[in-house]
């Protein structure tokens, strides 16, 4: 596997339930145990904040900001969060946060204290995760898994989260213009950026997904706990890409923005488009959708997707990102648990996990493990 990157030091101010910490680790894996509430998901959340987007809660940025204790308690003012890391380009600190201020809700990005794009924070690092509240993925609807799957694309693409904006905006946009029975020029105009976008966002994850099947395959193994997963898309923009070179897609897909005005004036939204896309997974081994499948099933094909996810993104990169498991552990029989432990151990990345049984760690000789209460994370002794 590719060198690992790693976070040196963590320091976390007025974030959620810490008005003031810092933690200093190597590399890995690092164990987060505490009583439910204390604070560990807490934890995870602040490093996800060191990639684009809204971290792994996708909250609110104002919400990730440190409440006093005590009933009816409000979070207020700005936050903030640093680590000194070891990545691409070798040590650098980066930071993130929003100010108390009138404007407090727009998020800044420093580099080595300078400013920077959220996107350059990816030239240092990658980060991938996996939560409890992903397990319902299958079961939800599309836009939940649409989502993922672009937390997928971005970390071995890091302009995706740019041009899937840009998509929004242009589809917006559209949808005001038939709303407000803009005049055709208009509309063809906006309907030729709609177009580049959307070939251009759906190549980017077909891609990612052709690539993402490779390294499954590459990697199945029938005595994996995991079971291998069979990905796809289902969207028609993606199969005009999958069919056609890139302008002839665009070509298609604006004759088919055109065609359907009508319909879509009515329905007061764009009814075809990379925006409606879904990903599907299914059960390897059974060819059953996951959405069938056991909760145990389920949440056995999100860690393998996870696990061969982070391996794609060491292969394309150069360097294996860290991995953040919150709260994995806890629900897995002894075996699962050994055969997830040796999975990891094989990735080679710094993996930050948390639980609130120690016990369900026991077989990680090596990790550094660490005792989250309210406000506090102590070294354990």
């Known amino acids: 596997m590719p060198p690992a990157a790693r976070i040196l030091k963590l320091q976390l101010t007025r974030f959620r339930s810490y008005a003031a910490a810092q933690v200093s680790v190597g590399a890995g894996p690092i164990v987060l145990t505490g009583p439910n509430g204390a604070g560990k ?14 971290g792994l809660r ?16 409000q979070a207020s003012g700005g936050w903030a969060v640093s680590a000194l890391v070891d990545g691409a380009l070798g040590e650098a600190r980066l930071g993130t946060g929003i100010d108390g201020g009138p404007d407090g809700v727009q998020r800044r990005f420093r580099i080595e204290g300078e400013a920077a794009s959220s996107s350059a924070f990816l030239d240092h690092l990658k980060v991938v995760w996996l939560t409890p509240e992903m397990d319902g993925l299958f079961l939800g609807p599309p836009s939940d898994r649409r989502r993922y799957l672009d937390r997928l694309v971005l970390a071995v693409d890091s302009a995706h989260g740019t041009r899937v904006n840009a998509l929004e905006r242009a589809l917006r946009s559209r949808n005001r213009l038939l709303e407000e029975n803009g005049a055709p020029r208009f509309l063809d105009a906006v309907e030729h950026e ?3 976008l959307a070939v251009a966002v759906a190549a980017a994850r077909l891609e990612t997904v052709e690539r993402l099947a490779a390294e499954i395959a590459a990697h199945r193994d029938e005595a994996s706990p995991f079971p291998h997963a069979e990905i796809t898309l289902d969207g028609a923009v993606e199969r005009l890409v999958a069919e056609h070179r890139a302008a002839v897609a665009e070509d298609r897909y604006r004759a088919l923005l055109a065609d359907n005005r009508p319909r879509d004036r009515a329905a007061g939204r764009t009814l075809e488009g990379p925006h409606l896309t879904d990903f599907l997974v299914s059960h390897g081994v059974k060819r059953l959708p996951a959405a069938r499948c056991s909760t145990g099933e389920q949440k056995s094909l999100m860690i393998g997707l996870t696990l061969s996810h982070a391996r794609l993104v060491a292969a394309m990169g150069g360097l294996t990102p860290v991995l953040l498991l919150d709260d994995v552990a806890a629900y897995l029989d002894a075996a699962r648990r050994a055969g997830l432990f040796e999975a990891l151990a094989r990735l080679g990345a710094q993996v930050w996990m948390t639980g609130a049984d120690p016990a369900a760690f026991a077989a990680l000789e090596a990790a550094e493990r660490f005792i989250v209460s309210p406000g506090r994370i102590v070294r354990d002794a």
Request: avoid cysteine; proline fraction near 6%.
């Open 194 to 196: 709609t177009a580049e």
């Open 41 to 54: 998901t807490n934890v995870l959340e602040a490093i996800s904040f060191l990639s684009p987007g809204r």
């Open 58 to 73: 996708r909250a609110q940025l104002p919400d990730a900001a440190y409440a006093e204790a005590g009933e009816g308690a």
